[in-house]
């Protein structure tokens, strides 16, 4: 194969490039809006509950496909090599992404109160964000895959569910050092905690064993799987509350019928028009989704709230700095990809 050209999934890379577009919208209405009670707020905040369980479902699903495509007896620690420096990257990289908040917090006048900088340093590097999220989950569907009994995994993802459905009340941070506090942070900290959204990595596994299954019979299983979760979702449309914070049996109905619906559309654009410019470009967002989230936390969280004019700007000032980004996000990429040679073929 020659160098500099990878294959890859164009499907996978699409719907990891719709997450992070959404994660983009969901953060330029959250920290430029300034009316927090309007329509579109509340547009964003529904965006803010898809994102997430997009890219847990894809980890998941990764790692298995990983698994499936590495690993046989004889190369069983190159996947685990694999496993942890992936790992090993994320954590780097989530550790970025508490810096950007860190100095977010601090906001205008940080150079004033150096010991309130000193105190919330602890906390936000204790913070368990989106990226740190993600490689617990691949760490975690990592090791459970290496099993080729799936009894672990079903164990497992019924625990979470169970975390979830109890709705334990969260902690913010870190607090002082114990076996029950660690557990607490590890498992019930964060924006997402891990304890309540790593179900959808699990998720991510599950469905790629069902997707892997030859037809006639996979095709029976498919269809009767997802149509009882597209069912799922017209209940709790039907039912519908108005409260999406909650990580209920209804709620995951909902976003995981979202996802079934969005895959097929991905699946049946990029199959019938893979030259189409939204997935060529969905795709690039997708291979790059990594270095776009940490580079749009510091230019739509930290810059804005260290600058003093977060949640200052209307509809109109969010929409045109998302376009705004995403042609330069999308523009540098095309040059850095030109500029180290790097040319994915697509199966």
């Not at 977010?104 to 150079?111: D, T």
Request: net charge positive; proline share 3%.
């Amino acid at each position: 194969m020659d160098k500099g050209i990878k294959v890859r999934e164009k499907v996978i890379d699409a719907y990891r490039g719709v997450a992070i577009v959404l994660m983009m919208i969901q953060h330029a209405g959250l920290y430029f809006l300034t009316d927090l009670d309007s329509v579109e707020y509340v547009l964003v905040v529904i965006f803010s509950r898809l994102s997430m369980p997009m890219f847990l479902v894809i980890a998941g699903f990764c790692v298995s496909m990983t698994y499936d495509l590495k690993v046989n007896e004889f190369n069983r620690k190159k996947y685990l090599g694999n496993l942890i420096k992936r790992v090993a990257v994320l954590f780097v990289f989530g550790t970025l992404v508490n810096l950007a908040q860190y100095l977010g917090s601090l906001g205008p006048s940080a150079l004033d109160h150096l010991s309130y900088a000193q105190s919330e340093m602890f906390k936000a590097f204790t913070y368990i964000n989106v990226i740190h999220m993600i490689w617990m989950a691949i760490l975690m569907c990592g090791f459970i895959r290496l099993s080729n009994d799936r009894r672990p995994l079903y164990i497992v993802f019924f625990m979470f569910l169970l975390l979830g459905l109890l709705n334990i009340e969260k902690v913010s941070h870190l607090g002082e050092i114990s076996f029950c506090n660690v557990l607490k942070w590890l498992f019930l900290s964060g924006e997402y905690a891990f304890g309540q959204w790593s179900i959808y990595a699990l998720l991510g596994v599950i469905a790629h064993d069902i997707y892997k299954v030859p037809p006639p019979a996979g095709n029976r299983l498919v269809s009767m799987g997802e149509g009882l979760i597209l069912g799922g979702m017209m209940l709790y449309i039907v039912g519908f509350s108005g409260d999406l914070m909650t990580n209920g049996l209804s709620f995951m109905a909902l976003i995981t019928g979202f996802m079934l619906i969005l895959y097929h559309l991905i699946f049946f654009f990029s199959k019938n028009n893979p030259t189409a410019p939204l997935i060529v470009g969905l795709a690039a967002f997708g291979r790059h989704s990594l270095s776009i989230y940490v580079v749009h936390q510091y230019l739509f969280i930290s810059i804005p709230k260290v600058a003093g004019f977060a949640n200052s700007g209307s509809l109109f000032t969010s929409v045109v700095i998302f376009i705004a980004f995403i042609i330069w996000a999308y523009a540098s990429i095309r040059y850095i990809e030109a500029k180290r040679g790097y040319f994915p073929r697509y199966v």
